[in-house]
């Protein structure tokens, strides 16, 4: 099957021009202007944008998370990515303490082998790092493909290492050309103020965010940064959402290191006011929590600085019926918030339409460089010959409204109910095959594939 796309605005992260795109099979196999190859199929893309797929390099599919299980399958999830613009996603493998990273590895592709729609990878969450654990860093770096390596500072009992095991993995991962990722926030912290929440009979919603102040995630992004610095291994700082975390990563820069950060769209987008609205505020209920305008302006202005990387979703849906287990004790509402399927529109019509970021750096945040930093790159994340064939065709004029009763997500509200936004997804192409056309899903369950991943270096 061959596929030719005339006509259209393409753009990287680094160009744009009027141009056309030829696929063959899986593959793009040229880009020029007028290219005169005969296609099996064609689509006009004039006044739509080109743009590679997009790749949300942190989503939480079928996760076993406070006493339930996040609501969107491999199946479910990787379609509404599609049917948002994201043709890739790196999910979470959680290894569980007192077993080895090997059997929560089979357990994920148990559940993801098959059934994923758009194409995946994974990033290996450590929990428990001890001797056993550390022999199989390299195992999974040099055997299954998954060169990342994510951290919590917090969920301690659950999924929280101490400082002495962050230390020993980090030494052990750079070891391996691997690269360590991490939930920053001081979790002892927020446990001591939680319980004190608690006790006081403080239980809504509002309470959450406050257990979680900002100093607990710049003192957390602080250490980590040092002990990046310390072990040489590569470090990156998965959902930043403030101001005083961003300032521990630049004041890194000073010593002349380099830290990757990402932020999420809903970080740059909604406020901590959210949870003054009783219990409607555990739609948003997550951790880190929203935060404040301040915070926001820093991100954006923090994307133009080059120092926040890339914006992901953190996506992480619960059922209303499950955020109900907290209606007494915030404690026990599930943290997440569904965006998937939002990204690509969200950042557009809020990052380039509104003049916020350029259209380079938003293909930039949301597609090369996750690439990059995780060993994607050049076969995702680009338009390129030689790349897979994975394009977003979209219409930067098209204006529509977010809502639960229009989304894939299997969730049950939306958290930009009403949103009303510029730019939609018109076409999704995935590893030359045309995934998202006219609002449907046109390939089917176990077409997307595991996405192995090389070594990543501490540049992009
Ligand atoms: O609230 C969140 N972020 N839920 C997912 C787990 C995590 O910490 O990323
Ligand atoms: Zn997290
Ligand atoms: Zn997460």
């Known amino acids: 099957m061959s596929l030719l796309i005339k006509n259209g605005r393409i753009v990287t992260a680094t160009d744009d021009y009027k141009g056309d795109v030829f696929i063959q099979g899986e593959t793009i196999t040229a880009v020029g202007t007028n290219l005169g190859q005969q296609a099996d199929r064609i689509i006009d893309a004039l006044g739509l944008l080109v743009m590679p797929g997009g790749i949300d390099p942190h989503v939480h599919l079928d996760m076993p998370f406070m006493g339930t299980f996040s609501s969107d399958t491999h199946e479910t999830g990787t379609r509404a990515a599609l049917f948002g613009g994201t043709t890739t996603v790196i999910d979470f493998v959680l290894q569980r303490q007192g077993h080895s990273l090997k059997e929560a590895l089979t357990e994920w592709q148990g559940r993801a082998t098959g059934t994923a729609v758009g194409d995946y990878s994974f990033h290996m969450a450590v929990t428990d790092y001890n001797d056993n654990t550390q022999k199989e860093i390299?195992?999974?770096?040099?055997?299954?493909?998954?060169?990342?390596?994510?951290?919590?500072?917090?969920?301690?009992?659950?999924?929280?290492?101490?400082?002495?095991?962050?230390?020993?993995?980090?030494?052990?991962?750079?070891?391996?050309?691997g690269l360590v990722t991490v939930h920053a926030t001081n979790g002892d912290m927020i446990d001591y103020l939680i319980a004190k929440h608690r006790a006081e009979g403080k239980l809504s919603p509002l309470y959450h965010y406050l257990s979680q102040p900002e100093v607990t995630?710049?003192?957390?992004?602080?250490?980590?940064?040092?002990?990046?610095?310390?072990?040489?291994?590569?470090?990156?700082?998965?959902?930043?959402?403030?101001?005083?975390?961003?300032?521990?990563v630049r004041n890194a820069t000073r010593r002349n290191q380099k830290v990757f950060v990402e932020t999420c769209i809903q970080y740059l987008l909604l406020d901590a006011n959210l949870y003054e609205r009783d219990f409607e505020g555990a739609k948003w209920v997550m951790s880190p929590p929203l935060r404040q305008k301040k915070d926001r302006e820093t991100l954006w202005a923090g994307i133009n600085q080059g120092l926040v990387n890339v914006v992901a979703t953190d996506h992480c849906p619960f059922m209303w019926k499950q955020k109900l287990m907290g209606e007494k004790d915030f404690s026990k509402i599930p943290n997440g918030h569904?965006?998937?399927?939002?990204?690509?529109?969200?950042?557009?019509?809020?990052?380039?339409?509104?003049?916020?970021i350029s259209l380079n750096k938003y293909v930039e945040v949301a597609c090369t460089n996750p690439a990059k930093i995780f060993g994607m790159f050049p076969r995702k994340g680009t338009i390129a010959p030689g790349s897979d064939a994975d394009i977003l065709i979209f219409d930067p004029n098209a204006k529509h409204s977010l809502s639960a009763s229009t989304h894939h997500m299997n969730v049950d509200y939306s958290a930009y109910e009403g949103w009303e936004l510029t730019g939609k997804v018109h076409t999704v192409v995935l590893r030359g095959k045309i995934a998202i056309e006219k609002d449907e899903c046109l390939v089917e369950k176990g077409y997307g594939q595991f996405i192995r991943r090389g070594k990543t270096g501490n540049f992009i």
Request: proline residues 2%; contains cysteine; charged residues 25%.
């Open 217 to 248: 995630e710049a003192e957390a992004s602080g250490r980590f940064t040092d002990i990046s610095n310390y072990t040489g291994c590569p470090g990156y700082i998965v959902h930043m959402t403030c101001e005083g975390a961003l300032n521990a």
């Open 138 to 177: 390299r195992q999974m770096v040099e055997e299954e493909g998954i060169t990342s390596f994510k951290t919590f500072m917090a969920y301690k009992g659950a999924l929280m290492i101490d400082d002495r095991q962050m230390t020993a993995l980090m030494q052990e991962v750079r070891l391996h050309g």
């Open 338 to 356: 569904p965006a998937i399927e939002n990204r690509m529109e969200l950042l557009y019509s809020e990052g380039v339409h509104k003049g916020r």
